[in-house]
T-cell receptor
Framework: DAKTTQPPSMDCAEGRAANLPCNHS???????VYWYRQIHSQGPQYIIH???NNETNEMASLIITEDRKSSTLILPHATLRDTAVYYC?????????FGQGTTLQVKP | GAVVSQHPSWVICKSGTSVKIECRSL??????MFWYRQFPKQSLMLMAT?????????EQGVEKDKFLINHASLTLSTLTVTSAHPEDSSFYIC????????????FGPGTRLTVL
């Protein structure tokens, strides 16, 4: 499965959009992009996934570039409860290999 | 929907004893369940993948005789840490994947194991 690169940390003001980038330049054609998050001392929570097209659900939007080499997770109106470690993972086998993720700190 | 539970949520045991952790999918049938371990301030590390009715597939470096995994039904998998030692103290998390071509995983809340 392709590796991903994420910034180690980001800050966001409460109520503003949080845009979390992810690079996956070696992604292959059948690999999905998954986003999960983990709030301290809890199990990870599924957020969203996509293959080629942009996706939106009640939690977030996923923007995948046309060449699929990078993507951005957008939390449209971040709240304090969105403070967590966000993981971007690419996979086609169902196995999720977690990197270090991005620690998002939402500030009042 | 897509709720996964783990039991117990935390356990303290003496060195040399065995500990069993249960993982249940409450509202869906999980064809595949995964077990992860997470040490403090580190990311999740995949330990093994189990399919219902089959032997688990362990990741490189994970001792299959020490971490026994049973996936006897579509809603239950168990992880037994045998002859636990203090270095096995960790946060153990399971996830379950339903019959889906997208293979998204739903995670349990985790089990904190402390070996004295």
């Amino acid at each position: 499965d392709a590796k991903t690169t994420q910034p180690p940390s980001m800050d966001c003001a409460e109520g503003r959009a949080a845009n979390l980038p992810c690079n996956h330049s070696t992604i292959s054609g059948n690999e999905y992009v998954y986003w999960y998050r983990q709030i301290h001392s809890q199990g990870p929570q599924y957020i969203i996934h996509g293959l080629k097209n942009n996706e939106t659900n009640e939690m977030a939007s996923l923007i995948i570039t046309e060449d699929r080499k990078s993507s951005t997770l957008i939390l449209p109106h971040a709240t304090l409860r969105d403070t967590a470690v966000y993981y971007c993972i690419v996979s086609h086998t169902g196995k999720l290999i977690f990197g270090q993720g991005t620690t998002l700190q939402v500030k009042p | 929907g897509a709720v996964v539970s783990q039991h117990p949520s935390w356990v303290i045991c003496k060195s040399g004893t065995s500990v069993k952790i249960e993982c249940r999918s409450l509202d869906f049938q999980a064809t595949t369940m995964f077990w992860y371990r997470q040490f403090p301030k580190q990311s999740l590390m995949l330990m093994a993948t189990s399919n219902e009715g089959s032997k688990a597939t362990y990741e490189q470096g994970v001792e299959k005789d020490k971490f026994l995994i049973n996936h006897a039904s579509l809603t239950l998998s168990t992880l037994t840490v045998t002859s636990a030692h203090p270095e096995d103290s960790s946060f153990y998390i399971c996830s379950a994947s339903a019959l889906s071509s997208y293979n998204e995983q739903f995670f349990g809340p985790g089990t904190r194991l402390t070996v004295l």
